[in-house]
């Protein structure tokens, strides 16, 4: 493993007044997974260059946008961005990094095991700039894959994330528990196995059975039935000490690493930097300015984008002005979840709120009941508080 300078934490690299993020989609995947809900089309054939060109057509359009701000992180998502090639990956980045001077960006690339197992083509991607390999591994355990719909069984998936530690300087691994079938035992040796590779993410998810999947049909048919209540508790209880052992911390309420290796891309989304989201469906957010912020959602069918975007006319699909309210409820709820918590008195100078964020009621109660505290000026929930995490959040966002 290259080992990685140490740098700032992201809290003190981010402003949200002066450094943004961009964030590209690449919406093509190869297969379907049973659980996915989001915006990809499954392809046989992948339109690479048409889709390089029409990125880039959108990124000169609109990299004014972010003009004057510091790029922090680049990111590459999806559906499956390790399909797109080192070429039209490559290209991208060195037309953003070109146009806007970012200086040394974090550059993270979601992979599947099917590439990321591939030695030369991973290198490929370091040579092109990828500077962190985000895995989208899931499960260890070649059952659970088969019940996610995965396309790659439990040894392939290690072998990749091998190679991505042999290859990156930062990787991280993406994993979900609360599965059917799964236990408090499959999720310990789950853990095991990844974390004695040397990696040093992890996101973990709890199952979410989204509307309208295959896998929501099999939980509604009997055909797949999944695990109480109890074992999820009893699972997401092993999740900190396990971590803890090998040297990594929870930062935010999905997210542990080793310190240093914060993701300074997600923590620009709970943070409240502005990000440039380019691609079919990307989403984008202007920061706050005077009069309220700006979101917006890219056209999602891709091949709508692609005929918008590349003609250089705007891909806009929904633009939305976000409210000084919601935009605060925004900024409480991912601050909240932030390991270091929420500035309280930059948030109430950025929008001319009182020194509560109009919050001092609701905080009141929270605090007495220990489950809140307020140091340096920064809310963060209490170790009581994070075991409660959504129902605090509740409280201090009811109106
Ligand atoms: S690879 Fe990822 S984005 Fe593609 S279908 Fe599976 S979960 Fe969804």
């Known amino acids: 493993m290259t080992a990685r300078a140490p740098r700032g934490l992201p809290h003190e690299r981010i402003d949200s007044r002066r450094t943004a993020s961009i964030y590209l989609h690449f919406p093509y995947c ?50 499956t961005p390790s399909l797109w090639g080192p070429a039209g990956v490559g290209e991208t980045l060195a037309h953003l990094v070109a146009s806007t001077g970012a200086v040394g960006p974090e550059v993270t690339l979601e992979a599947n095991p099917n590439e990321a ?12 700039g990828v500077t962190r ?12 894959l088969h019940t996610l719909g995965r396309s790659h069984d439990a040894s392939l998936g290690l072998e990749a994330l ?11 691994v993406d994993l979900i528990f609360g599965l059917p079938g799964s236990t408090a035992e499959s999720w310990r040796d789950t853990l095991h196995r990844v974390l004695d590779t040397g990696v040093d993410h992890l996101s973990l998810y709890h199952l979410t059975v989204e509307a309208r999947t295959g896998l929501e049909r099999a939980v509604r048919d009997g055909r797949l ?38 993701s300074l891309h997600n923590s620009g989304y709970w943070l409240g930097q502005p990000y440039l ?24 069918p891709h091949r709508e984008y692609l005929r918008v975007a590349a003609s250089g ?22 601050g909240l979840r932030y390991g270091w918590g929420l500035d309280l008195l930059a948030l109430a100078d ?19 009941e220990g489950l809140v505290e307020i140091r340096d000026g920064r809310l963060r929930l209490t170790p009581r508080g994070r075991s409660l995490a959504d129902a605090v959040t509740r409280r201090l966002l009811a109106g």
Not at 162 to 172: D, E, K, M
Not at 277 to 298: D, M, T, V
Not at 313 to 334: F, K, L, N
């Open 225 to 262: 039935a999944l695990p109480t209540d109890d074992v999820a508790a009893d699972q997401w209880e092993l999740i900190a000490p396990t971590l803890a052992a090998y040297g990594l911390h929870a930062y935010e309420i999905s997210s542990y690493c080793r310190p240093g290796f914060e």
């Open 117 to 128: 197992a591939d030695a030369a083509l991973m290198a490929s991607y370091a040579q092109a």
């Open 30 to 79: 190869t297969v379907r997974c049973r659980y996915c809900d989001f915006n990809v089309a499954r392809v046989t054939a992948i339109p690479r260059d048409d889709y390089t060109n029409a990125v880039r057509a959108e990124a000169e359009r609109r990299l004014p946008e972010i003009a004057g701000r510091d790029v922090l992180s680049i990111y590459f998502g999806g559906g």
């Open 350 to 368: 950025e929008l001319r709120l009182d020194a509560s964020c109009g919050l001092a009621d609701r905080l009141g109660p929270l605090m007495k």
């Open 277 to 300: 989201g380019l691609g079919a469906g990307a989403h984008s957010f202007s920061g706050w300015r005077e009069g309220g912020a700006r979101r917006r959602e890219n056209l999602r």
């Open 162 to 172: 091998q190679v991505a530690v042999a290859t990156f300087s930062a990787v991280t």
């Open 313 to 334: 006319d705007d891909p806009v699909g929904t633009d939305e002005v976000v409210s000084r309210d919601d935009h605060r409820d925004e900024r409480v709820m991912t």
């Open 133 to 144: 390999l985000s895995l989208g591994l899931q499960a260890v355990d070649d059952a659970e």
